[in-house]
């Protein structure tokens, strides 16, 4: 089992930063990747950035303005936002899948930029 716990959303204007932090715990060696997603239309779930001990990647629709990074001193997932567009305002979650394929969710953190 892996449990995930975000924080770091907030208000921001437009052209601001945030930093999401997501904090890992319970069997984080099984952990393949931490992934951040955004909530988007229609109920889908966006995939925005991946880290895994190898590699990093994004949406195209972020490159340039959200970077992934971690703590392993704190177990904790970072991503760092900038340059926020109000189009940017939703729901953003942590997720982890292990190597089995199992995924865990967080409840999420709600980012909200205003023009």
């Known amino acids: 089992q892996v449990q995930l716990a975000e924080s770091g959303g907030g208000l921001v204007q437009s052209g601001g930063s945030l930093r999401l932090s997501c904090v890992v715990s319970g069997l984080i060696p099984s952990i393949y990747s931490v992934n951040w997603y955004r909530q988007a239309p229609g109920n889908q779930r966006e995939r925005v950035a991946t880290?895994?001990?190898?590699?990093?990647e994004y949406a195209e629709s972020v490159k340039g303005r959200f970077t992934i990074t971690r703590d392993n001193s704190k177990e904790t997932v970072y991503l760092q936002m900038n340059d926020l567009e109000p189009s940017y305002t939703t729901k953003y979650f942590c997720t982890a899948v292990q190597y089995s394929k199992a995924q865990y969710w967080g409840q999420g953190t709600q980012v909200t930029v205003s023009s």
């Open positions: 880290l895994t001990d190898v590699y990093t």
